[in-house]
């Protein structure tokens, strides 16, 4: 009965409804939007760092990440190393071998980082066949090379073409050799883009004289949650004076501070949202109080509790903020799919400066239903606790008073 | 016959003290019995309200006591009236007695709801006071689609739906035009008769106190005359 009550006293005032039924509607909608989006980015900007750099986890010798060098490298037939693969919350562990290198084409020459890789396995991780413009993935056992898409605009280069590489092997060795063009690659990352070159991981430790060697494994994790738990695992299995073992927090930490500072923005600007409409809502209940005064103390005389009283309003704010609510959510839903599928892509200074920063400056929307349901919590909470206000009025609340107007 | 109310030099001063003090109630001592039709009447400011207030347990009297039944209720406190109002009192306001959201029905199973009442009771009994009071075929109206003397008259059902010890009415037909107010003072004659509900209700109107068996007349918080006829 007192849900009855509290539904039918919502649509009594249609017009107050509807105006708290609105703000909640716009703060849950653009509250979500925008995080969708933020989020969304953080997300892809995570996604391509895990995929094209570090992986969630990161394997290399120790020394390596200070001074990334052949010498720095590792054997991949050590027997230690099975306990990244055993892992049962690894999905994926790519073996890379990367070093620099001068290539030249025509009488162009031009500085590229060379990854020797599975070209199977890295077609899974970095989802490599869609961004190959031209040509086709080399197998593994190739002496052929895929070039990121700005190195062949450099060169003007076709799939068929020969570059020539030069470089510092493993132990001083020099390395000299000439490869054909099997692809050209659109890199997510810009930072590959502008310089990578991959061919097959047996090519590459031949060519840099580092036979059975990488300088880094890349983990993939089923569950990124479990970041941490892999890291601590795999520094335990590992013997610690000749691996280290990192997350990608740990490699790029001016990436975590950047989405931190960033997100900590967008909360500021969440909590203004919220305060405005917490305001409106706080003003909708007081109205609701001063007209429902009077029938409270009709109520109250004829033997009504003041917590079943209590408990119509609580009732029909919850209702009320939650129509808003739910409808934010469906109103909000259809703008976060399209911008999912159709990442927004900035222009203007702040393209650039994510530019500079070696993004792309598109943003996909998340579609990460916590987001959506962190937000109506949100609501929900700020509706109690503006509850709390009639509670105080009526347990002070007096009979003849009440009824006196 | 056993009195329902019993009041014994009940005083209510506003401003105690003061040099506004107003004595609203200024020592009342009155019985209703069981089975009255009583009203209390006098010039405005005289005090009605706030008699039937403190009887009612709504109010705070300064001095005195109230007994209602075996309950003296001025030694009760404020959440013990709320439920002692619930379950042994029927109220009519003056006007606006009914939740607006609920049809007339509902509004008179409402109380019985707060009782606690199985819903087979709750049915059974709205249906009969309805008919009772004439609304048999209003059940599933809306107060805002039924007149003020319509409006009253769910609100006499809903006050005898809680079986309580005897109806609190102030100025029940002030709002009410003539025709409207002789019906409603049938209804509560007849419910007084045939039922033995005990019904005190506070008037200015002249009609209305002809058609009392007893009239309680106040005049400055005093009681000045009390005839029964
Ligand atoms: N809250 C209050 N504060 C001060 N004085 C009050 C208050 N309530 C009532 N009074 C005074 O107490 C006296 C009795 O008022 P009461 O309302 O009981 O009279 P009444 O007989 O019901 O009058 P009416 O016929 O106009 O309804 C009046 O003088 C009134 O002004
Ligand atoms: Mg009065």
Known sequence: MLIKLAWRNIWRNKRRTAITVASIFFAVFFAVF?????????????????????????????????????????????????????????????????GF??????????????????????????????KIQSGALFGANDRSVMVAEKVAEYYKLAVGDTMVFISQGYHGVSAAAKYPVSSIVRFTSLVLNERAVMFPMKEAQNFF?????????????????????????????????????????????????????????????LMILYMVVSFGMFGTVLMLIQERVYEFGVLLSIGMGRLKLWTVVFLESIFTTLIGAVLG????????????????????????????????????????????????????????????????????????????? | ?????????????????????????????????????????????????????????????????????????????????????????????????????????????FIMLLQNKSKEERQRRTAELLKEVGLGDKMNSRPMEMSGGQQQRVAVARALASKPQFVLADEPTANLDSQSTSDLLD??????????VTFLFSTHDQRVIDRARRVITLEDGKIISDEKR
């Not at chain 1, 993004?359 to 239903?369: H, I, K, R």
């Not at chain 2, 209804?187 to 033995?196: D, F």
């Open chain 1, 34 to 98: 925008m995080r969708s989006m933020q989020l969304g980015f953080y997300g892809k900007m995570i996604d391509s760092v895990v995929r094209f750099y570090s992986g969630h986890v990161q394997v290399h010798a120790k020394g390596y990440w200070d001074d990334q060098i052949l010498d720095n490298s590792f054997e991949l037939n050590d027997p230690e190393l099975k306990a990244i693969r055993e892992n049962p919350n690894v999905e994926m562990a790519a073996n890379r071998l990367e």
């Open chain 1, 101 to 130: 290198a001068l290539s030249s084409s025509g009488d162009l020459t031009k500085g590229v980082l060379m990854i020797g890789m599975d070209p199977e396995l890295e077609d899974r991780l970095m989802d490599l066949e869609p």
């Open chain 1, 209 to 269: 004289g580092a036979e059975g060697r990488a300088t880094s494994v890349a983990v993939i994790l089923g569950n990124p949650n479990k970041m941490d738990k892999v890291v601590n695992e795999l520094t335990a299995s590992l013997d610690t004076s000749k691996y280290e073992v990192m997350s990608w927090e740990e490699a790029l930490p001016e990436l975590v501070q950047a989405i931190e500072a960033d997100g900590a923005g967008g909360l500021i600007m």
């Open chain 1, 329 to 405: 959510v469906i109103g909000v839903y259809p703008l976060v799919l399209y911008f999912n599928h159709n990442p927004y892509e900035l222009t203007g200074p702040a393209a650039e400066a994510i530019l500079d920063q070696g993004w792309e400056p598109v943003l996909p929307a998340s579609l990460d239903p916590s987001i959506a349901t962190t937000h109506m919590l949100i609501v929900m909470v700020v509706s109690i606790l503006i509850a709390f206000y009639p509670a105080f009025i009526i347990r002070k609340l007096n009979p003849v008073e009440a009824r006196r107007n």
């Open chain 2, 1 to 109: 016959m056993s009195a329902v109310i019993k009041t014994n030099n009940l005083q209510k001063y506003y401003n105690p003290g003061e040099s506004l003090e107003v004595r609203a109630l200024d020592g009342v001592t009155l019985e209703i019995e069981r089975g009255e039709f009583t009203a209390i009447v006098g010039p405005s400011g005289s005090g009605k309200t706030t008699l039937l207030n403190i009887i009612g347990g709504l109010d705070h009297e300064t001095a005195g006591t109230a007994t209602i039944g075996d309950t003296t209720i001025t030694a009760l406190s404020d959440n013990e009236l709320i439920d002692f109002r619930l379950n042994n009192i029927g109220f009519v306001f003056q006007a606006y007695n009914l939740i607006p959201v609920l049809t007339a029905q509902e509004n008179v199973e």
């Open chain 2, 187 to 196: 209804i509560m004659a007849e419910l007084n008769q045939k039922e033995n």
